[in-house]
């Protein structure tokens, strides 16, 4: 059982950078891909970006490329997701994601979400 809570989000302006993290419990935190997704208002969710177990590999939704950063650090059981030059359309809800695949596509445990609103 792996559990995944978020932290980081708010309100910044559009241009601004927000870094959010997820702290994980759990012994088999190093045996998981990791990622993010999020979730507009009225709208589904979606990926945004992975990290495989080991940190080698990261995919990148096309929205965000070139501005987010995804890292983990396996001895803090820790997660990050760095996010500049935000748009307004970046705001939502940002869920952590622990699984497999890589592009995340297996999906075992959801954190509870952290709202992230960027003003136009």
């Known amino acids: 059982q792996v559990q995944l809570v978020e932290s980081g989000g708010g309100l910044v302006q559009a241009g601004g950078s927000l870094r959010l993290s997820c702290a994980a419990s759990g012994r088999t935190f190093s045996s998981y891909a990791m990622g993010w997704f999020r979730q507009a208002p009225g709208k589904e969710r979606e990926f945004v970006v992975a990290i495989s177990w080991s940190g080698g590999s990261t995919y990148y939704a096309d929205s965000v490329k070139g501005r987010f950063t995804i890292s983990r650090d396996n001895a803090k059981n820790t997660v990050y997701l760095q996010m500049n030059s935000l748009k307004p359309e970046d705001t939502a809800v940002y869920y952590c994601?622990?699984?497999?695949?890589?592009?995340?596509?297996?999906?075992?445990?959801w954190g509870q979400g952290t709202q992230v609103t960027v003003s136009s």
């Open positions: 994601a622990a699984g497999g695949g890589g592009w995340l596509v297996r999906v075992d445990y």
